[in-house]
């Protein structure tokens, strides 16, 4: 059947298709609404399709990405479904700027599906960051932490299982299932709330268990709208804010003029006169990093990995308690 919406053979390749996160979770485009077109025509508040050159829609959304211009991106909209271990689900669930419908524990059974961490993965609490990792633990330690998680969850699942054989309410029965749980949501958020979600959660010093769904996600958005990602990855993902103190340092070895840019001669500062200069340890350590060149990442989806969704809806069935009583 023909349609008069605006679509995207590359979105329209990927649409209701699984793609696998972690051990048993995923991420499907469900559906998508609007195009980069669509983010030009509210800009410009014009019609029609097919009245630019692609040169001319690229140029405006740089323009608007580059200076803050984010209503004509709320014009377009994506529609996910995803299943995540529920710790993940806690911190995807801080972005406030999306639409939100969880699986009910209430309601339905829970797949008893548990997310296990892989060795290199499985780290020591960085000593700098309190909300972070540092170097790989130690093999045994993580041989018993397999052991200890596998106890632990064999005594909820078996609990909980118990409970519902019982006819207990699925309500109560559902309390003690573990954060390693899997749960799953459909959520729908504009483009221009999901790139935000995405610069901070696809970050490299994002924690590894969201950011690789904001991976595929980012993914799924270069497909729909090529022109906004290729935007935000130059502009915000790999770009970087400077503040009064690095510009008035930038401006100290650079000379700036209607000829270009170039190195003043014999300038420099040393890490003691960047201090000096009114920046702190961590703001040195941060303008260094900023000054490096950026890794560029394509975020491009491997689609010999894609699913249907009747096989995971399988996977979900057979991992529900009494599933084949």
């Known amino acids: 059947m023909e349609t008069k919406r605006p679509t995207v053979p590359a979105a329209e390749e990927i649409l209701g298709g699984y793609f696998p996160v972690l051990d048993h979770g995923f991420v499907a485009l469900v559906d998508y609404m609007g195009t980069d077109e669509d983010v030009e025509r509210a800009a410009r508040v014009s019609y029609g399709y097919g009245t630019r050159k692609v040169s001319q829609t690229r140029g405006l959304i740089r323009y608007l990405r580059r200076h803050r211009h984010t209503t004509p991106s709320e014009m377009v909209e994506f529609k996910f479904h995803c ?40 780290a020591l609490q960085s000593t700098a960051n309190n909300q972070g990792r540092a170097d790989p633990a130690p093999e045994e330690l993580y041989r018993e932490a397999v052991a200890r998680w596998e106890r632990l969850r064999a005594m909820a699942g078996e609990g909980y299982t118990w409970m519902v054989g019982h006819e207990i309410a699925r309500e109560i029965a559902r309390i003690d299932l573990p954060l390693s749980t899997y749960t799953q949501w459909y959520w729908k958020i504009d483009l221009h709330n999901l790139l935000h979600f995405l610069a901070l959660r696809a970050d490299p010093h994002a924690q590894y268990e969201i950011r690789v769904y904001a991976e595929v996600i980012a993914g799924m958005v270069k497909r729909v709208v090529p022109l906004s990602f290729e935007a935000w990855v130059d502009y915000d993902l790999t770009g970087r804010r400077m503040s009064r103190v690095e510009l008035e340092v930038l401006a100290r070895l650079l000379q700036v003029d209607e000829a270009g840019v170039r190195a003043r001669d014999g300038a420099s500062f040393s890490i003691e006169e960047l201090k000096a200069a009114g920046l702190s340890g961590r703001e040195v350590r941060e303008l260094l990093d900023k000054l490096h060149p950026p890794t560029i990442p394509d975020f491009e989806l491997d689609l010999s990995r894609m699913r249907t969704a009747e096989e995971v809806a399988r996977e979900m069935y057979e991992a529900v308690p009494g599933a084949f009583e």
């Open 83 to 122: 299943a995540m271990p529920m710790f993940v689900a806690r911190q995807w669930i801080r972005h406030r700027t999306a639409s939100v419908n969880e699986y009910s524990g209430r309601y339905s059974l829970m797949p008893l599906l548990f997310y296990r961490p892989r060795p290199e993965h499985f």
